[in-house]
């Protein structure tokens, strides 16, 4: 079995397989060696095994995760997977309990990879200068902070919104939707200048782009980014006034 299992009477341990002492670190475990010396010749601290003893006594079964330290018998530390079930003895006053131990190390270490972009991804949503809109059958799903200040409302106000909110008026927003569904059925994106509305009515220009978030998956919705060129539109119209 690729799981290490062994059976225990009173605490103690009548038999386990192979694997199980192997995961364990390989250590000598006879017949009647007590369960947390077992657990503790492979580096788990007492007192969490006294809790682990504890908690299957009252409950009668427990799931948890284990860290085995690097030492004598292993190179480095594994994450190990620990199953207790409480059994029916026929021996009066013996608890018999199943163990059962499996190697997590790579699902944790997966685990970690995971959470680790997660939080990239999370550093780089809220910390960018860009507003970044995440929307979904034209409602906001979520818009990240200079997203917020862009248009003078927080990010918890903008989510739910419908996107017309973002907009001078919701026939703007309409001619706006219609030229961002052809270049995206047409480019796969969509890229244009488009008005704003602040919370307070004041308009803006903003430069907006959008993507969709998965390609094969439509309604997984769009990401949008929002760049304010304002400043650069009243120059430019300066400019054509003065021509």
Known sequence: SPAGIAYLRGEELVRCNHRFETLLGGGDY?????????????????????????????????????????????RQAVWCTLALRRTHETTPGAVGMVVVLADATRMKSQQSELEALSRERELMFNLSDVGIVHQRDGQIERANQAMADLVGMTPEALKGSPMSRLYESETAWQHYLHLERRDMATLGRSHGERQLRRRD??????????RPVDIGRPQAG??????????RQRARESLVQQA
């Open 30 to 74: 006879p017949p009647g060696k007590p369960f947390d010396a077992i657990l503790a010749s492979a580096g788990v601290p007492a007192e969490t095994v006294a809790a682990l003893m504890e908690a299957v006594r009252d409950v009668g079964t427990l799931e948890t995760e284990l860290l085995l330290p690097a030492g004598t018998h292993r």
């Open 201 to 210: 009515g004041s308009l803006f220009w903003a430069q907006v782009s959008q």
């Open 222 to 231: 769009t990401i949008l980014s929002f760049v304010n060129i304002d400043d």
